[in-house]
């Protein structure tokens, strides 16, 4: 059956849930396993709170069915020969601008692991040549080559685009005619430092004059263009989500140069987006036996979000190369789900301490001692970890679990900080929630998992360093909970939850909601800054680093796109479903 007549059936109006097959492999009796989805004869007598979690809305029956419609034996030698007609454009001779949108649209088309080599050698050649870019007085190509050398680490100084402003330090407001120019000034105002007052600027001017546009009056391209922008930056969008918009819509693009012109409209983009889709379908799948084997997609007390999870590890790590990473990460975010609903939700107080100390002492001696439920979550936490330690030493010659270990132990450390300040009626300040918030949103320890799993080099000193939270994790981590906070703050409290970063900051200041999101909001980009500043001028002494920066900044830009209309993660919204099923479930068309 064709793909796409399915795509209703795995949407809400239409869930069925499967129920654990017999023909389960004999591993997931290797460890606890959901049986009910009620509560057991000892935790009855408690009255616990409820969340009411939804139940997942894709049907297990069909994610584990999924198949692989395009496959590397066909298409390896047609996806060959299409690599090396790109490489040639690269290297072409062609103008400065020309190269720099060779670089972007291979980038946003979603190809650019493919040339990694020929983008660092054509941006070194232009970062290189000065004089070149002191000719230009063109905003457009001044602001696109600023934020792809900053996005590729090169300390391109703000200074480049003050001879856009006037005496008074704003940018001329004759610039406000250029469509183009202003939108690229805006993509590259993300990319700023701390104290770059310049590109505070160019965002403050670009964002008023664009949101002012009557995108009835400029071309339907511009105007698409405009309007996805305004949604997102792209320098906080991740590549997978953003190749699948670019792909449709630059084939509609009437001004791009020649050569890009005929890469899009050839089948490479698209066979490779739907290459690398079917490595996914086939881990989802794998990941979902392993759910359903559990019997997790039978329980009510935490959030079924398994594919979510996978979904979120496809976003931090698309690479196709990285299956490791995807499936066992997937397993890890999971996990984080679960741990955190039974510290936000399900556990009673001195439960979680008792649970707490089981986790920092990874020690399930005495484990009985905890409640059923809690203590078959705190069993497959265990085991899930080890499990992925094991393949990693196995396969890496390096054991990352005691690594894992204190990850798990500082997260659940923040929890139970978290749940005293609940039972105490403690307000805490927007520092002291933010402090501790940042070690419970569970970032760190798929970070972690991010490093070891996707590293060519793994060392003791790596992940030594990676567990130490380095400023680089604290502010993706920080990002992630200040979004997530943003999103999902109401129906938190009215459930009865701990205060978030809204409320924190509503009572220490006295400020209405409106303006708390604004302050939250500006503290988000603040933080963009200084990760952008890790990339410019960190020096990492860890070897083989590359992947787990990237890692970092997809985190942060995971929760935009998961956070952006809502919580996307608890309560999948409508956005969020759509970019799943086009990253995961649909092929892209081939014309």
Request: proline content about 4%; glycine content about 4%.
């Amino acid at each position: 059956m064709a793909l796409p007549s399915l795509v209703a059936s795995f949407l809400p109006s239409s869930i069925h849930h499967s129920q654990p097959s017999s023909s389960s492999s004999s591993a997931a009796s290797s460890g606890p396993r959901f049986a009910t989805c009620g509560l057991k004869i000892e935790d009855q007598e408690i009255a616990r709170r409820s969340a009411n979690w939804k139940p997942s809305v894709w049907d297990y029956d069909f994610v584990q069915s999924l198949g692989v419609d395009y496959t590397e034996d066909i298409y390896t030698e047609q996806v060959r020969r299409l690599k090396e007609e790109v490489k040639g454009l690269f290297d072409r001779e062609m103008n400065q601008v020309a190269k720099l949108e060779l670089v972007d649209g291979v980038q946003r088309l979603g190809l650019g692991y493919h040339f990694e080599t020929e983008i660092k050698n054509a941006l070194g050649s232009i970062h290189n040549n000065i004089e070149d870019a002191q000719l230009s007085d063109d905003l457009y190509p001044a602001s696109l080559r600023f934020r792809l050398l900053r996005q590729h680490g090169y300390n391109v100084q703000q200074d480049v685009l003050q001879r856009f402003m006037n005496e008074t330090g704003t940018f001329n407001e004759s610039l406000k005619r250029d469509v183009k120019g202003v939108l690229g000034l805006y993509e590259a105002s993300v990319h700023g430092l701390e104290g770059e007052t310049i590109l505070d600027e160019a965002w403050n001017f670009a964002s008023k004059h664009l949101k002012d546009l009557n995108l009835d009056k400029v071309p339907t391209n511009s105007a698409s263009n405009v309007s996805h922008a305004l949604d997102m930056p792209i320098h906080w969008r991740p590549n997978r989500v953003e190749a699948r918009w670019f792909i449709d819509m630059y084939e509609k693009q009437q001004d791009m140069m020649p050569s890009l012109l005929r890469l899009t409209k050839a089948p490479f983009p698209k066979l490779d987006f739907n290459l690398v889709q079917s490595i996914y379908r086939k881990e989802l799948s794998n990941v979902a036996r392993w759910w359903d084997e559990l019997g997790a997609t039978n329980t009510t007390f935490f959030r079924d979000r398994l594919v979510e999870c996978y979904f979120w590890s496809i976003l931090m790590v698309f690479e196709p190369q990285y299956t490791a990473f995807r499936e066992m990460n997937a397993k890890i975010a999971c996990m984080v789900t679960l741990i955190d609903d039974v510290y936000d939700v399900y556990g009673m107080p001195e439960e979680l301490e008792l649970l707490t100390d089981f986790i920092v002492r990874w020690d399930i001696t005495d484990i009985d001692k905890l409640p059923p439920i809690i203590r078959d979550s705190f069993m497959l936490l265990y085991n899930t970890t080890n499990e992925i330690g094991y393949w990693t030493m196995r396969e890496q010659g390096i054991n990352p679990i005691p690594y894992l270990r204190k990850v798990w132990a500082n997260e659940c450390k923040a929890y139970i900080k978290e749940v005293h300040w609940y039972n105490k009626g403690t307000k805490p300040t927007l520092k002291e929630y933010v402090d501790v918030a940042v070690n419970s949103a569970g970032g760190l320890v798929m970070l972690l998992t991010s490093y070891f799993l996707t590293t060519d080099k793994l060392t003791d000193e790596g992940l030594d360093y990676v567990s130490k939270m380095p400023n680089v994790v604290h502010c993706s981590a920080k990002i992630l909970r200040l979004n997530n906070d943003l999103s999902t703050s109401s129906h938190e409290l009215a459930r009865g939850d701990n205060f978030k970063a809204l409320e924190c900051y509503m009572n220490e200041t006295g400020t209405s909601e409106v303006a708390a999101r604004e302050h939250i909001r500006h503290m988000v980009r603040e933080t963009w800054k200084r990760m952008n500043n890790r990339v410019v001028f960190e020096d990492y002494s860890v070897p083989r680093f590359e992947r787990f920066l990237g890692a970092c900044f997809n985190l942060a830009r995971v929760s935009h796109i998961f956070y952006q209309y809502g919580d996307g993660f608890g309560l999948p919204s409508q956005e969020t479903k759509d970019h799943l099923v086009s990253a995961i479930y649909e092929p892209v068309p081939l014309d």
